[in-house]
C-alpha cells in the first residue's frame, strides 16, 4: 500500500476500504466466527478507544489479539491481573545502576509491559482497585508517570482488558470512572455448531497459518487522523447526543422510560465514542460521511457498560440493553 502526504482523503477511504478486507482475511486464517467482535475491534483501534471484553474462558480472547497485533504489526504485551499485582508491575520501576568505570551509581527506570501497541489487560477485576488505576492515566494520556517523571507510550496505543462473567468471587468491580474510559462493551458469544466444528478441525490438527502483515504502523496512524477528519452530518450528531441524553433520568430530554429503569445514565464520552465509531464505521466501509445507522450500530457495545438500572429494574431481570432497546423504539 503506498501512501504518502500527498494521498487525498478520497484514495485513502478507497485504501481503508481494501486494507479492512485483508485484514479480515488473515484474521480469518486463525479465528474462526466472531465477525461482529473483529469488526468492532478494527473500529475501536481506527477511532483510538479502548475495549472492555467480557466472555468466559476458552473464547480466543487472547489468540484474536494476538493475531490482530500481528497482522497490523504492533507490538503486543499481555498482564495477567492478580491479586498481588502492583502498579509497578504494570509502569515500570526505578533501579539503581552503576556504571563500571565510575563506580557512581544513578536510578535508570525499568519499562513495564505497558509499553507497547496492543495491552491485553487479563481479568483486569481480579487486581484491587489501586493498580486498576495504573491503566487510568495510560489510557486517557497515553503516558505514564513514575517516580515523578512522565514517559510517553509509543503510538497506536490500544487497551483491551477481558473480564470473566462467571467467576465473581474475589474481584474488584471497576470503577464507573475507569468503566467510561472504555469506548466499548464487548460481549463474546459461544461459537454455533459449525463454527465450533472448524475450530475444533485447525485446533486439533498440524494447521499453522502464515499470517502476511496487511498495515504498517504508520499507515494505521493515518488512518486514526482520517477518521478525525470525516465530517458528519449535524443530523447525526443531533441524534447521537439526543440519544445519550435520554438516558439521564434528570434530564430534559430524558425520557418516561429513564426515571423507572435507570439510576444513572451516559455521559457526554458516550456521545463522542458514537460519533467516532459511525464515522469510523462509515470509512471502512467506503463512505464518506456516516449515517444515522452507523449510529445505531454502537448503540449497545458504547452504551451497555455507561448505564446503571435502578433496583426495581433489576429485580425484574431488565438489564441495560434491555433499556436501550426500549428506548430506541420510543
Known amino acids: 500500500m503506498n501512501i504518502t502526504d500527498k494521498t487525498t482523503d478520497t484514495e485513502l477511504v478507497e485504501q481503508l476500504n481494501s486494507t479492512v478486507k485483508k ?118 494520556e497515553h503516558r505514564v508517570t513514575a517516580a515523578g517523571n512522565t514517559y510517553k507510550l509509543d503510538e497506536p496505543f490500544f487497551v483491551l482488558a477481558t473480564q470473566n462473567p462467571i467467576e465473581q468471587e474475589g474481584t474488584y468491580p471497576l470503577p464507573e470512572a475507569q468503566l467510561d474510559r472504555f469506548m466499548f462493551n464487548l460481549w463474546l458469544d459461544y461459537p454455533s455448531i459449525d463454527e465450533e466444528i472448524e475450530v475444533i478441525k485447525f485446533t486439533t490438527g498440524d494447521y499453522n497459518p502464515k499470517l502476511n502483515k496487511a498495515l504498517s504502523k504508520e499507515n494505521l496512524i493515518m488512518f486514526q487522523e482520517l477518521v478525525r477528519r470525516v465530517p458528519v452530518a449535524e443530523n447525526v450528531i443531533e441524534y447521537a447526543v439526543k440519544f445519550v441524553s435520554s438516558t439521564r433520568p434528570s434530564s430534559e430530554n430524558g425520557k418516561l422510560t429513564s426515571d423507572d429503569l435507570i439510576s444513572w445514565g451516559a455521559g457526554p464520552r458516550a456521545s463522542q465514542y458514537l460519533i467516532l465509531a459511525a464515522k469510523t464505521k462509515a470509512i471502512m466501509d467506503g463512505r464518506f460521511s456516516p449515517e444515522i445507522d452507523d449510529v445505531k450500530s454502537s448503540l449497545n457495545p458504547v452504551l451497555r457498560h455507561r448505564i446503571i438500572p435502578t433496583f426495581n429494574a433489576e429485580a425484574e431481570g431488565i438489564t441495560s440493553i434491555d433499556i436501550i432497546d426500549k428506548l430506541n423504539k420510543e
Not at 465477525?35 to 467480557?54: K, Q, Y
Not at 527506570?109 to 483486569?124: K, T
Request: glycine fraction near 6%; hydrophobic fraction near 40%.
Open 23 to 140: 485484514i479480515k482475511s488473515e484474521i480469518g486464517k486463525v479465528i474462526i466466527g466472531q465477525g461482529e467482535t473483529i469488526d468492532n475491534l478494527l473500529v475501536s483501534i481506527l477511532a483510538r478507544g479502548h475495549c472492555l471484553l467480557v466472555g468466559v474462558p476458552g473464547l480466543a480472547k487472547t489468540l484474536l489479539i494476538k493475531t490482530f497485533a500481528e497482522v497490523l504489526d504492533l507490538n503486543f504485551n499481555r498482564i495477567q491481573f492478580t491479586p498481588d499485582l502492583m502498579p509497578s508491575d504494570i509502569t515500570g520501576t526505578e533501579i539503581i545502576e552503576e556504571d563500571q568505570s565510575t563506580k557512581q551509581r544513578s536510578f535508570k527506570f525499568i519499562r513495564g509491559p505497558i509499553f507497547a501497541n496492543i495491552i491485553l489487560a487479563d481479568e483486569i477485576n481480579r487486581t484491587p482497585p489501586k493498580t486498576q488505576s495504573a491503566l487510568l492515566e495510560a489510557m486517557q
